[in-house]
């Protein structure tokens, strides 16, 4: 398994951990999705070397979808996905940590539906593979 995949479903597992509704794709409107949910989203990686060593910096997007009345929940969903991910981890052969200091969580109201007013709690994370 590549070690994307390895901190992915990490990821995913934290977030259903915590009792979120997490899906790895943006529910369909068959499936009902109640709000909030947890969609984990993009990841992409890039080498990182040391001075004896390569590793990887891996950047992982978490998405938190919430209903217009909702805001205040998907912000305490951001923090909780955030300090559930602070510690080490090990897995599959790969050590990997959270780079805290790289997080980002951005906050934005989504109009796209019409006549509806979403909030969406976009959560940036940054791994070292070590």
């Known amino acids: 398994m590549s070690p994307e995949q390895v901190i992915y479903d990490y990821v995913y597992t934290v977030?259903?951990?915590?009792?979120?509704?997490?899906?790895?794709?943006?529910?369909?409107?068959?499936?009902?999705?109640?709000?909030?949910?947890?969609l984990v989203g993009e990841i992409?990686?890039?080498d990182d070397s040391w001075k004896t060593v390569v590793g990887s910096l891996i950047t992982l997007t978490v998405h938190v979808w919430g209903d217009e009345e909702q805001?205040?929940?998907?912000?305490?969903?951001v923090d909780s996905i955030v300090n559930g991910l602070r510690?080490?981890?090990?897995?599959?052969?790969?050590?990997?940590?959270n780079r805290i200091n790289q997080t980002q969580k951005q906050f934005?109201?989504?109009?796209?539906?019409?006549?509806?007013?979403l909030n969406h709690g976009i959560l940036t994370l940054v791994f070292s593979l070590l």
């Open 108 to 117: 934005i109201q989504d109009t796209s539906v019409p006549n509806t007013v």
């Open 15 to 38: 977030c259903e951990g915590l009792g979120y509704k997490t899906y790895d794709h943006l529910p369909m409107e068959n499936e009902n999705a109640p709000y909030p949910f947890v």
């Open 71 to 77: 805001r205040f929940v998907v912000s305490d969903m």
């Open 87 to 97: 510690k080490c981890h090990n897995s599959e052969g790969y050590s990997f940590i």
């Open 44 to 46: 992409n990686s890039n």
